[in-house]
């Protein structure tokens, strides 16, 4: 969801649209922080003053990154053959900077304690896995509820990859939203709240956008399927979800459609695109470090708008370092080996 797009996950695309999707990525990850540190974190916490701004709205940055992911993943598909690329390509991406970003956040919040944020050493092993969510283990920061939903898009693909079924994802995400809706009202109906909330957790309908956004910059899709997979997922926002959720629904289709036309290169401005660079990262590490510096600071006397771009500056360094130090390193290495073994493979045998 959060990986920066580079030259070689994608055959003709363009340097432009690659700056657009890193900025899109960058703008999303800073109002998902600027959210906790702002709105969520009056919620659990309250800050010591009134805050001067609040970015209640930022919750709603995820959805954009699912929207993202689904033009992203089939984007890199274009130059992947065989469902193991496409598996040790996504094992490469995600986990050594989640294995970094749990690492720091674990002892940071073990070692100077973070009130309701704690978790214990036998949790964040399991949490090394990633699927911690699955095992109804508490995640070591909570925002890694995303990465569940994130891994269950990515199985769907690597079915759909498998089974050579791709040139129907279309055709396939109708079917899916649509029975994701049903069964979030079946289980409503049923009075089975929790349940409900489950089957809507893969968030299908975003990603839809997403896959649906790259289908049509390529004119691989026809108008008749477009709008049909575009209504499939507007009537799950509007039987299911609430009316925050229609306009938010609303603003992502249109940035979708704006990346499927290439009318948001004006985005490629350096700033945001190298929160895009850093935007895994900092997404992994921002909250539960972020408000123990907010926590603390604000304890000693500081005003909560100093403490929030304290906190701010902290995530931005952490999520650099990390960055340059774990996360680029680890997929040049693996692009390296990928290289490696290709050519291994294309080596006829010698009797």
């Known amino acids: 969801m959060f990986q920066r797009t580079s030259p070689s996950d994608a055959s003709g695309a363009t340097p432009h649209r690659l700056l657009e999707l890193d900025a899109l990525r960058g703008i999303a990850a ?13 919620r659990v916490y309250g800050h010591s003053a009134p805050l001067c701004v609040q970015v209640p709205f930022g919750k709603y940055g995820v959805q954009l990154f699912f929207a993202i992911s689904g033009f992203v993943i089939l984007m890199s598909l ?12 996504r094992v490469a991406r995600l986990y050594p900077a989640y294995w970094a970003g749990l690492v720091l956040t674990f002892t940071v919040v073990t070692v100077f304690g973070l009130p309701q944020r704690e978790v214990s050493a036998a949790a964040a092993l399991v949490n090394l896995s990633m699927f911690q969510e699955f095992f109804r283990v508490p995640h070591v920061d909570g925002v890694y509820w995303t990465l569940t939903v994130e891994l269950s898009f990515y199985a769907l693909v690597l079915v759909l990859l498998s089974a050579r079924m791709l040139g129907k994802v279309i055709s396939l995400f109708i079917v899916l939203v649509a029975l994701q809706t049903l069964a979030e009202l079946g289980l409503q109906a049923m009075g089975w709240a929790d349940a409900a909330r489950f089957a809507g957790r893969p968030h299908l309908q975003f990603f839809a956008l997403g896959v649906l956004a790259f289908k049509w910059s390529r004119g691989e899709v026809p108008l008749r399927a477009a709008l049909a997979l575009t209504g499939v997922c507007l009537a799950h926002e509007l039987l299911v979800g609430s009316t925050t959720t229609v306009i938010v629904f609303g603003v992502v289709l249109g940035v979708a459609y704006a990346l499927s036309t290439g009318a948001m290169r004006w985005l490629a401005w350096r700033p945001l695109t190298f929160l895009g660079f850093i935007s895994y990262p900092l997404y992994l590490l921002h909250q539960n470090i972020g408000y123990l510096i907010i926590l603390r600071l604000e304890a000693t006397g500081w005003r909560p708008e100093a403490a929030v771009v304290a906190a701010l500056a902290a995530a931005l360094l952490l999520a650099t370092v990390v960055t340059h130090l774990v996360e680029q390193p680890a997929l040049r290495f693996y692009r390296r080996w990928r290289k490696r073994s290709h050519a291994r493979a294309s080596v006829p045998a010698t009797e």
């Open 30 to 42: 800073l109002i998902v922080v600027l959210f906790h540190y702002t709105t969520h974190y009056d």
């Open 78 to 89: 274009e130059r992947i053959e065989r469902a193991r690329d496409f598996l040790l390509g």
